[in-house]
Every structure is written in structure tokens, then in C-alpha cells.
């Protein structure tokens, strides 16, 4: 069973930094991708930012230039880093691994930016 747990969300002020991470724990036998999704209220959940195992990246136009997605392939973890934080930015983050065979989902830790 694969478990991804996720810490650092958080409140924040407008212009602030917040580093999101996601260690995914069990017996995991090919990790294709792992990424960062949001859900923002009123919202459908929408893609932030992924990374494969060989180091592509791939973000949401609302978020190039202002969040880093990085990985740690021995640990299986992912961070997404986010600069210049926007009260758009409030929502709830979920971390996703993609496996050869298999998707898996955390269970979100909320990130709340005030203007």
C-alpha cells in the first residue's frame, strides 16, 4: 500500500513563500511522475506543476516564474516551492504520484494566502 504524506501548507500573507512536501511511503516499483494539484474554491482541481523521474517539468500558466517543483528520486518525495504567494493561490494542494501501474493521491493540506 502507498501512502503520500503531505506537510507545509499553511497560512500566509500576500507575497509571502510557503514550501509544500510529499513523501510517498510503501513499496512503489516504478515512479513515472509525481506533481502537485490544487483545488481553489468554487473550482475544479487543476494541475500546478509535475515532475517526471527524469527531471521534466511542467507548470500551470498561473504559476511559471512564482513556483518550483523539485524531487528527491532516492526518497520518493516532491517539493513545490511557491514564491510571491496571490490570494488566487488559496486552496487545497494535493500531492499525485504516477506509477507504471497505478495513480496515487494525498490528502491535501490546505494553503491559505490573505491579502
Known amino acids: 500500500q502507498v501512502q503520500l504524506v503531505e506537510s507545509g501548507g499553511g497560512l500566509v500573507q500576500a507575497g509571502g513563500s510557503l514550501r509544500l512536501s510529499c513523501a510517498a511511503h510503501g513499496t512503489i516499483l516504478s515512479v513515472n511522475a509525481m506533481g502537485w494539484h490544487r483545488q481553489t474554491p468554487g473550482n475544479k482541481r487543476e494541475l500546478v506543476a509535475i515532475i517526471t523521474s527524469g527531471g521534466f517539468t511542467n507548470y500551470a500558466d498561473s504559476v511559471k516564474g512564482r513556483f518550483t517543483i523539485s524531487r528527491d528520486n532516492a526518497k520518493n518525495t516532491v517539493y513545490l516551492q511557491m514564491n510571491t504567494l496571490k490570494p488566487e493561490d488559496t486552496g487545497v494542494y494535493y500531492c499525485?504520484?504516477?506509477?507504471?501501474?497505478?495513480?496515487?493521491w494525498g490528502k491535501g493540506t490546505p494553503v491559505t494566502v490573505s491579502s
Open positions: 499525485n504520484l504516477i506509477a507504471s501501474l497505478s495513480d496515487y
